[in-house]
Structure formats: C-alpha cells, structure tokens
Nanobody, 121 residues
C-alpha cells in the first residue's frame, strides 16, 4: 500500500510560479512511475506529466511542455512538479498518482487527495 500526500498548491498571479510536491509512504517508491494529473471544475481529469522510477524518462502534456518540470527525489520519497509561466487555464486540483503505465489515469494504482492551484488573471 502506498499513501500519497500533495502539498504546495495555492493562489498565484498569471505568469507566476508554484512547486507542488507529493510525499509517498513505503520503501519501494523508486519502483514506481509517478504521474501528475489535474482536474478543473466541470472537466475530466487530465494527464499533466509523468516520470519513470529512476527519473530518467519524463513525459508532458502538450499544454504544459516547456513550462512545467517534473522531478523526483527517491531518497525523500517525493515527486515534484515545478510550474512556471502559469496561466488561468492551469487552475485545477492537481493530483499525484503512483504505479501507472504512462498517460492513462486508470492505469495508476494509488492517488493522493489533491492540492488546489488557482491562477488569477
């Protein structure tokens, strides 16, 4: 069993930056591909980014590529999402997920409770 706890969300003006973090329990963190997803009001949950277990491979949605950076620190059992040049359309609840197979949300076994990111114009 893996428990995920997100933190670091908040309110930021357009053009600003935020870093959200996801702390995981368990001793096998480095085995898991980790992903970030987001869900805006009235919209379906969408893929944002993913990173392989050792951090050598990353993937980004087209909408965030070049602005967001995913990373992980396996010694701290933590995955990060650095978000730069934020826009109002980035406003959503951001979820961390573990043990998935890439982009499809339904391939991930574990989910955090989410952290709200709000970008004001």
């Amino acid at each position: 069993q893996v428990q995920l706890v997100e933190s670091g969300g908040g309110l930021v003006q357009a053009g600003g930056s935020l870093r959200v973090s996801c702390a995981a329990s368990g001793r096998t963190f480095s085995y898991y591909r980790m992903g970030w997803f987001r869900q805006a009001p009235g919209k379906e949950r969408e893929f944002v980014s993913a990173i392989s277990g050792l951090g050598s491979r990353t993937d980004y949605a087209d909408s965030v590529r070049g602005r967001f950076t995913i990373s992980r620190d396996n010694a701290k059992n933590t995955v990060y999402l650095q978000m730069n040049s934020l826009q109002p359309e980035d406003t959503a609840v951001y979820y961390c997920a573990a043990a998935g197979l890439g982009r499809p949300a339904d391939t991930y076994d574990y989910w955090g409770q989410g952290t709200q990111v709000t970008v004001s114009s």
